[in-house]
């Protein structure tokens, strides 16, 4: 009883997060505030300016919230206003006007420099695999919607239950994005991100992304890149050939010419490594194959590595309130442009599962915890006017879903920058970044109001 009773004292006693000791943060590491005068949007009359709106939002996204109308309502709050430097309050569709028209390249350049600032202060060195950073590319949809639609908007055909219960086929719309993501350090930084235009397919996506990280960022900044067999083309094979970039592609069951000539060379040998993880829950055997110097493609006949493994998980599963072990049988193959001196097929094997650990911890914690999918700004027709000759009532392109979407990447990585890097309370008392996140919103509230002049 008086254990219980003290624990609750002490995490009342705690003390927690302010918005002061964030800001101070992120001005001080990431000189944030130097970047906000850069910032632009297509209204004419812009009495909140565009650093308003950006830190609106910025913050909406620190404090996690999910939508514009709640937002809409804490710009209410004089606090707030007063810290993102807004003459007075505003509503929702203030904010949608000026996102909506937001210049995306400010963005995308202060999204660059907060991660050259991570990789300067050698943040993203801890989890190096034998001295190397490795990033991940990775798609992900980030709306669908039947009724709503744009000129950017991807279509498919879908079959849905009618209201006379019989199959019924329609049109639904969606967007795509493929993003390039840090997997080795704590802080899983977004590099940068691609939409899917429509007509192209999701490659053509992912090969513009990777032939703009170099010049985005000076350099080739990681040294392995892991991805699935959807990318898994020439000219990215070529291009990272170029850029400096060694591969990891997770192959699936294609009809894919090396894939067939290796499984052949495999199914007459021996496994040449067997082991056995365990982890809590779950045991893993694992047999490896693998063959260097085979042609990548007939047109692409750079010499890569096949590596194959057949693994049996064993895992507790509950059946009829039983505990009870259950087995099943994976089978899995990556190509790969790895130096083999350094690393072996079990390290394959290693980075090739840690692309997976990345759906759910990457795009999967963006969309459950941090508001990705709830399609901001989608098909927003309430946006600044562009006139021309020929139609005087013109609207701006609509750049809402991606201004937003930069917006969340940045708020994302420096507020794991904050918890993962800098704050002893998250080391010394195991806080969640959700709760850090409520901690700064506290703060916000506790702020005392801006006074009267
Ligand atoms: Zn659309």
Same mark, same amino acid.
């Given at each position: 009883m008086w254990i219980a009773y003290l624990t609750v004292i002490r995490m009342y006693d705690r003390p927690s997060h302010t918005l002061p000791s964030f800001d101070a943060y992120v001005d001080k590491v990431f000189h944030l505030r130097e970047a906000l005068p850069a910032l632009r949007d297509a209204? /004419?009359? $812009?009495?909140?300016?565009p650093a308003a709106v950006f830190r609106a939002l910025f913050y909406g996204f620190v404090f996690r919230l999910r939508s514009f109308k709640e937002l809409e309502a804490d710009l209410a709050q004089p606090q707030l206003q007063q810290h993102i430097g807004a003459p007075r309050s505003f509503r929702d569709d203030a904010l949608r006007y000026s996102l909506a028209s937001f210049a995306t390249e400010p963005l995308e350049q202060m999204l660059v420099a907060v991660n050259r600032q991570l990789k300067r202060n050698k943040a993203l060195d801890p989890g190096r695999v034998q001295g190397h950073l490795v990033a991940a590319l990775d798609g992900i949809e980030v709306l669908s919607s039947f009724s709503r639609c744009c000129s950017d908007c991807l279509q498919r055909r879908v079959t849905c239950t009618g209201a006379d219960g019989q199959p019924v086929e329609r049109i639904q719309y969606y967007h795509r994005a493929v993003g390039c993501q840090m997997?080795?350090?704590?802080?899983?930084? %977004?590099l940068g991100l691609e939409w899917v235009a429509p007509g192209e397919g999701e490659d053509k996506a992912a090969l513009r992304l990777l032939a703009r990280l170099p010049d985005l960022y000076?350099?080739? %900044?990681?040294d392995i890149l892991l991805l699935d067999s959807?990318?898994? /083309?020439a000219p990215v094979v070529n291009l990272a050939q170029e850029v400096g970039w060694s591969l990891v592609l997770t192959l699936k069951q294609e009809n894919r010419d090396l894939y067939q000539d290796a499984f052949v060379l495999f199914s007459t040998r021996e496994a040449e490594d067997r082991f056995t993880e365990q982890h809590p829950g779950q045991r893993r055997e694992v047999q490896l194959w693998s063959e260097s110097?085979?042609? %990548? $493609?007939q047109e692409c006949p750079q010499p890569v590595r096949v590596v194959h493994s057949q693994e049996a998980v064993t895992e507790n599963h509950y059946r009829r309130g039983q505990r009870q072990p259950e087995t099943t049988f994976q089978e899995w193959v990556w190509i790969d442009t790895l130096n083999p001196q350094m690393f072996s097929p079990r390290a394959v094997w290693r980075l090739g599962h840690s692309r997976w650990k990345l759906e759910n911890n990457g795009w999967n914690d963006l969309t459950q915890n941090w508001a990705l999918k709830h399609g901001f700004l989608h098909a927003c027709k309430h946006r600044p006017k562009q006139p021309t000759a020929e139609d005087r009532a013109k609207l701006v392109p609509n750049r809402g879903l991606a201004a937003v979407t930069l917006v969340l990447l940045l708020a994302f990585t420096l507020c794991s920058a904050f918890c993962l890097l800098h704050s002893k309370l998250v080391r010394r008392y195991h806080v969640s970044l959700r709760e850090v996140a409520r901690q700064l919103y506290r703060s916000l509230c506790q702020q005392p109001p801006a006074r009267a002049p």
């Open positions: 209204r /004419q009359d $812009t009495e909140i300016p997997v080795s350090s704590p802080v899983k930084a %977004f000076g350099s080739h %900044f990681f959807l990318y898994a /083309q110097n085979l042609p %990548f $493609t």
